[in-house]
Protein backbone atom coordinates (compact mmCIF):
# COMPACT_ATOMS: atom_id res chain seq x y z
CA UNK A 1 0.00 0.00 0.00
CA UNK A 2 1.23 3.43 -1.06
CA UNK A 3 1.26 6.67 0.70
CA UNK A 4 1.25 10.13 -0.73
CA UNK A 5 3.12 12.72 1.80
CA UNK A 6 3.15 16.76 0.65
CA UNK A 7 6.59 17.74 0.37
CA UNK A 8 6.43 20.74 2.31
CA UNK A 9 4.72 18.97 5.06
CA UNK A 10 7.74 15.79 5.18
CA UNK A 11 10.41 18.82 4.85
CA UNK A 12 9.46 20.23 8.09
CA UNK A 13 9.57 17.31 9.60
CA UNK A 14 12.41 15.64 7.50
CA UNK A 15 15.99 14.77 9.97
CA UNK A 16 18.19 15.51 6.82
CA UNK A 17 17.21 19.08 5.50
CA UNK A 18 19.43 21.65 5.07
CA UNK A 19 18.91 24.28 8.43
CA UNK A 20 20.53 27.63 9.13
CA UNK A 21 22.90 27.78 12.35
CA UNK A 22 21.06 29.55 14.80
CA UNK A 23 23.98 31.21 16.43
CA UNK A 24 24.14 35.01 15.23
CA UNK A 25 26.61 35.61 12.47
CA UNK A 26 26.50 31.75 11.30
CA UNK A 27 25.98 31.65 7.81
CA UNK A 28 26.20 28.04 8.03
CA UNK A 29 24.07 25.27 6.64
CA UNK A 30 23.31 22.29 8.92
CA UNK A 31 20.91 19.33 8.74
CA UNK A 32 18.37 19.72 10.98
CA UNK A 33 19.51 16.69 13.50
CA UNK A 34 22.72 17.72 14.11
CA UNK A 35 21.72 21.82 14.76
CA UNK A 36 21.84 21.94 18.17
CA UNK A 37 25.20 19.99 18.19
CA UNK A 38 26.74 22.32 15.93
CA UNK A 39 25.32 25.42 17.80
CA UNK A 40 26.53 24.66 21.32
CA UNK A 41 29.91 22.66 20.54
CA UNK A 42 31.38 23.53 16.92
CA UNK A 43 29.71 26.99 16.20
CA UNK A 44 32.38 29.34 15.65
CA UNK A 45 29.75 31.69 16.88
CA UNK A 46 28.56 29.99 20.05
CA UNK A 47 28.87 31.17 23.37
CA UNK A 48 31.97 30.28 25.58
CA UNK A 49 32.78 31.50 28.87
CA UNK A 50 35.96 33.18 29.13
CA UNK A 51 38.85 31.49 31.20
CA UNK A 52 40.28 34.74 32.63
CA UNK A 53 37.03 36.15 33.97
CA UNK A 54 34.62 33.52 33.57
CA UNK A 55 32.09 35.48 31.45
CA UNK A 56 30.29 34.46 29.03
CA UNK A 57 30.72 35.94 25.53
CA UNK A 58 29.65 35.49 21.96
CA UNK A 59 33.08 33.45 20.22
CA UNK A 60 34.24 35.21 17.44
CA UNK A 61 37.49 33.69 15.70
CA UNK A 62 38.54 37.39 15.20
CA UNK A 63 38.71 37.29 19.48
CA UNK A 64 41.41 35.63 21.38
CA UNK A 65 38.96 36.40 24.30
CA UNK A 66 36.47 38.17 25.92
CA UNK A 67 35.86 42.01 24.29
CA UNK A 68 34.90 42.61 28.36
CA UNK A 69 37.47 41.10 30.31
CA UNK A 70 38.72 42.04 33.48
CA UNK A 71 41.71 40.61 33.81
CA UNK A 72 43.18 41.16 30.45
CA UNK A 73 44.03 43.98 28.00
CA UNK A 74 45.64 41.82 25.74
CA UNK A 75 47.12 38.74 24.66
CA UNK A 76 51.02 37.97 23.40
CA UNK A 77 51.86 35.88 21.15
CA UNK A 78 53.91 33.51 23.63
CA UNK A 79 51.06 31.16 25.75
CA UNK A 80 52.86 31.86 28.57
CA UNK A 81 52.57 35.75 28.62
CA UNK A 82 49.79 38.45 28.44
CA UNK A 83 49.62 42.20 29.13
CA UNK A 84 47.68 43.79 31.78
CA UNK A 85 46.88 47.32 32.53
CA UNK A 86 47.84 48.62 36.67
CA UNK A 87 44.40 48.46 37.25
CA UNK A 88 43.52 45.30 36.28
CA UNK A 89 46.89 44.32 38.28
CA UNK A 90 45.47 44.32 41.50
CA UNK A 91 42.85 42.12 41.03
CA UNK A 92 45.24 39.03 39.42
CA UNK A 93 47.52 39.97 42.13
CA UNK A 94 44.71 39.37 44.50
CA UNK A 95 43.33 36.09 42.42
CA UNK A 96 46.93 34.91 43.23
CA UNK A 97 46.01 35.35 46.57
CA UNK A 98 43.50 33.30 46.68
CA UNK A 99 44.61 30.67 44.95
CA UNK A 100 47.87 30.90 47.13
CA UNK A 101 45.71 30.74 50.16
CA UNK A 102 43.59 27.88 49.08
CA UNK A 103 46.89 26.09 48.31
CA UNK A 104 47.87 26.34 51.67
CA UNK A 105 44.99 24.83 53.15
CA UNK A 106 44.90 22.26 50.77
CA UNK A 107 48.60 21.43 52.09
CA UNK A 108 47.55 21.17 55.44
CA UNK A 109 44.52 19.17 54.87
CA UNK A 110 46.62 16.64 53.61
CA UNK A 111 49.04 16.58 56.19
CA UNK A 112 46.13 16.40 58.47
CA UNK A 113 45.09 13.34 56.73
CA UNK A 114 48.35 11.22 56.34
CA UNK A 115 48.97 12.34 60.33
CA UNK A 116 45.69 10.98 61.15
CA UNK A 117 46.21 8.09 58.68
CA UNK A 118 49.56 7.10 60.44
CA UNK A 119 47.41 7.40 63.78
CA UNK A 120 44.79 5.06 62.88
CA UNK A 121 47.51 2.66 61.25
CA UNK A 122 48.99 2.52 64.80
CA UNK A 123 45.85 1.93 66.53
CA UNK A 124 45.34 -1.18 63.67
CA UNK A 125 48.87 -2.91 64.89
CA UNK A 126 47.94 -2.40 68.52
CA UNK A 127 44.61 -4.16 68.16
CA UNK A 128 46.40 -7.00 66.21
CA UNK A 129 48.62 -7.63 68.98
CA UNK A 130 46.00 -7.56 71.46
CA UNK A 131 44.05 -9.69 69.51
CA UNK A 132 47.19 -12.41 69.32
CA UNK A 133 47.76 -11.77 73.33
CA UNK A 134 44.21 -12.61 73.66
CA UNK A 135 44.15 -15.70 72.05
CA UNK A 136 47.06 -16.53 73.40
CA UNK A 137 45.53 -16.03 76.96
CA UNK A 138 42.71 -18.45 75.91
CA UNK A 139 44.58 -21.39 74.84
CA UNK A 140 46.89 -21.28 77.83
CA UNK A 141 43.64 -20.61 80.29
CA UNK A 142 41.78 -23.88 80.89
CA UNK A 143 38.60 -22.77 83.10
CA UNK A 144 37.24 -26.13 84.66
CA UNK A 145 33.96 -26.46 85.74
CA UNK A 146 33.33 -27.27 89.58
CA UNK A 147 32.46 -31.39 89.66
CA UNK A 148 29.99 -31.54 92.81
CA UNK A 149 31.18 -35.24 93.11
CA UNK A 150 34.80 -34.28 93.76
CA UNK A 151 35.36 -33.05 97.47
CA UNK A 152 38.51 -31.14 98.33
CA UNK A 153 37.76 -28.97 100.72
CA UNK A 154 36.71 -29.99 104.48
CA UNK A 155 33.40 -28.36 103.95
CA UNK A 156 30.32 -30.25 101.33
CA UNK A 157 26.88 -30.18 101.43
CA UNK A 158 25.11 -33.12 100.94
CA UNK A 159 21.17 -32.96 99.88
CA UNK A 160 18.90 -35.62 100.01
CA UNK A 161 15.68 -35.31 98.15
CA UNK A 162 12.59 -36.29 100.40
CA UNK A 163 14.55 -36.88 103.87
CA UNK A 164 11.60 -36.84 106.20
CA UNK A 165 9.87 -39.10 103.61
CA UNK A 166 12.86 -41.98 103.65
CA UNK A 167 13.27 -41.84 107.40
CA UNK A 168 9.62 -42.69 107.74
CA UNK A 169 9.71 -45.37 105.62
CA UNK A 170 12.77 -46.76 107.07
CA UNK A 171 11.06 -46.30 110.72
CA UNK A 172 8.32 -48.52 109.78
CA UNK A 173 10.46 -50.92 108.04
CA UNK A 174 8.51 -50.01 104.67
CA UNK A 175 11.77 -49.11 103.03
CA UNK A 176 14.82 -49.72 104.13
CA UNK A 177 17.38 -48.65 101.00
CA UNK A 178 20.01 -46.64 102.63
CA UNK A 179 21.56 -43.42 100.97
CA UNK A 180 25.04 -43.96 99.55
CA UNK A 181 27.44 -41.10 97.66
CA UNK A 182 30.66 -41.23 96.75
CA UNK A 183 33.20 -38.51 96.17
CA UNK A 184 36.40 -37.66 95.15
CA UNK A 185 39.05 -36.05 97.94
CA UNK A 186 42.71 -36.23 96.33
CA UNK A 187 43.37 -35.23 92.99
CA UNK A 188 44.96 -38.22 92.84
CA UNK A 189 41.93 -40.70 92.04
CA UNK A 190 41.33 -41.60 96.04
CA UNK A 191 37.30 -42.12 96.59
CA UNK A 192 35.74 -41.35 99.67
CA UNK A 193 32.28 -43.76 100.27
CA UNK A 194 29.47 -42.25 102.39
CA UNK A 195 26.58 -44.25 103.67
CA UNK A 196 23.75 -43.11 105.52
CA UNK A 197 21.74 -45.51 107.25
CA UNK A 198 17.96 -44.17 107.83
CA UNK A 199 17.59 -46.29 110.60
CA UNK A 200 20.88 -46.68 112.02
CA UNK A 201 22.90 -49.75 111.97
CA UNK A 202 24.21 -52.78 114.39
CA UNK A 203 23.31 -51.23 117.86
CA UNK A 204 21.53 -48.26 116.73
CA UNK A 205 18.64 -49.27 114.93
CA UNK A 206 15.48 -47.56 115.44
CA UNK A 207 17.09 -45.12 117.80
CA UNK A 208 19.08 -43.02 115.78
CA UNK A 209 20.56 -42.41 111.94
CA UNK A 210 24.04 -43.43 111.36
CA UNK A 211 27.10 -42.55 108.86
CA UNK A 212 29.65 -45.10 107.27
CA UNK A 213 33.14 -43.64 105.53
CA UNK A 214 34.76 -46.07 103.35
CA UNK A 215 38.35 -45.29 100.87
CA UNK A 216 38.34 -46.64 97.61
CA UNK A 217 40.52 -46.28 94.61
CA UNK A 218 40.37 -47.26 90.93
CA UNK A 219 38.61 -47.20 87.96
CA UNK A 220 36.43 -50.24 90.00
CA UNK A 221 36.53 -48.83 92.87
CA UNK A 222 38.39 -51.90 94.82
CA UNK A 223 37.99 -51.56 98.51
CA UNK A 224 41.22 -50.32 100.33
CA UNK A 225 39.99 -50.04 104.10
Request: some cysteine; glycine content about 4%.
Amino acid sequence: MCYSVDQNTHLKKCDFEMKKCTNANCTKLIIRKNVSKHALYQCDYRSIRCQSCSLLYRADPLLKHCPDCKGLNGVSDKADECYVTREQMSFWMQRIKQLETKDEKLTDSENEITALNKKVEEQERLIKCLQVEIQTLKQNTTVKKPNPNVLLSDIHVWKINQFMKKRNQALSNYYSSNFIEKYFYTTQGQKLEVTLYFNGVLESVGKSLSIGFKTLKGAFDDSVT
